[in-house]
């Protein structure tokens, strides 16, 4: 019998900046004099034996490694879409880092796109030959139709009405830390018990109870698709690799 070839998927944004932020060092050079410092061969070293550990942990034949592009269409929909983290110092050695995945390790970084999306393309292309296993503690990995590794050692399989139903919940949550509401006062245990028992209902009639529960609470449709279309993570068929456009979601 056929085996298909096991290939990881590994968000390369969280695992490039866990690991810079956790390798800066302060030394206190006395009379009110500090530094912060980063070791960049260090860390590229831990990075090639995390990666390493992965494709041992789960028995992976191949792996990418998906990186954020600098432009991202999620600004052109909401202009304020991560705006919250422009202040925001960047670890020391970042960059070298990206440029480390790009160089050594697959790194896969598509025009306009977030690691995200990248990874929801690839888990959700039809009649590949692969075995693709997302790797990332983020969780709107689960808002994707895939196998997923949030641990590094075992794997989950979430399927498309639940990745669907998550996709629902972060619409009405919002994401406060990527710099979208969703609805005021609207947290995730609000949000189940708003939705629970339509885990089974068809995309197209939750998104309609969904665009209900905005009406009640006082806003437009057109904002509902907005942050629906903020929150979505992108899946085959949503996106040209040679033009970098993307189709935005809809119903």
Request: proline residues 2%; aromatic residues 6%.
């Amino acid at each position: 019998m056929y085996k298909k070839k096991k290939v990881l998927v590994i968000d390369g944004d969280i695992l490039a900046y866990q690991i810079a932020t956790n390798n800066e060092i302060e030394t206190n050079w006395g009379d009110g004099l500090w530094t912060l410092h980063s070791d960049e061969k260090a860390c590229k070293s831990q990075l090639d034996l995390v990666i390493e550990d992965l494709g041992a942990n789960l028995s992976a034949d191949d792996y990418v490694v998906a990186l954020t592009d600098k432009n991202n269409f999620r600004k052109d929909i909401l202009p304020t879409y991560k705006s919250n983290r422009k202040e925001k110092r960047k670890p020391l050695v970042l960059k070298a880092m990206r440029e480390h995945v790009m160089e050594k390790h697959n790194g896969v970084m598509w025009k306009n796109l977030e690691a995200d999306d990248v990874m929801g393309i690839m888990a959700t292309e039809p009649a590949t030959t692969e075995e693709r296993i997302l790797v990332s503690i983020d969780k709107d990995m689960r808002t994707i139709p895939c196998t997923l590794s949030n641990d590094g050692s075992s794997t989950e399989e979430i399927p498309e009405k639940i990745a669907n139903y998550n996709f629902m919940l972060q619409v009405l949550t919002g994401d406060k830390v990527d710099g979208y509401d969703g609805i005021e006062g609207v947290g995730i245990k609000t949000a189940e018990k708003l939705i629970s028992k339509y885990t089974n209902v068809r995309l197209p009639d939750l998104w309609k109870i969904v665009k209900g529960i905005y009406k009640e609470k006082g806003y437009t449709e057109k904002e509902a698709l907005q942050q629906a279309r903020v929150a979505h993570i992108l899946r085959h068929g949503e996106y040209n690799k040679k033009t970098g456009k993307v189709k935005l979601w809809t119903i």
